[in-house]
């Protein structure tokens, strides 16, 4: 390498231009990424409907009604 620079100052380097150009955007990524995962564990922890328990409605809908 022409400078002596190993992967790791490559990694190192690389992450510091990310922090540099995108630091604005990190609170709004860091925001919709906590809210995909609280989405993802409520879906998780939610009990599961196969579709077995039809759900009525209230009033039956009649199209002869108007």
Not at 2 to 18: C, M
Request: avoid cysteine; proline fraction near 8%; hydrophobic fraction near 45%.
């Amino acid at each position: 390498m022409p400078f002596n620079l190993t992967g790791w100052h490559g990694v190192i380097l690389i992450l510091v231009v990310l922090l540099l150009f995108a630091a604005p955007k990190l609170p709004g990524v860091a925001r919709s990424l906590a809210q995909s995962i609280t989405i993802f564990r409520r879906e998780v922890a939610a009990p599961k409907n196969d579709g077995s328990a039809e759900t009525t409605t209230s009033e039956p809908t009649d199209s002869t009604k108007l």
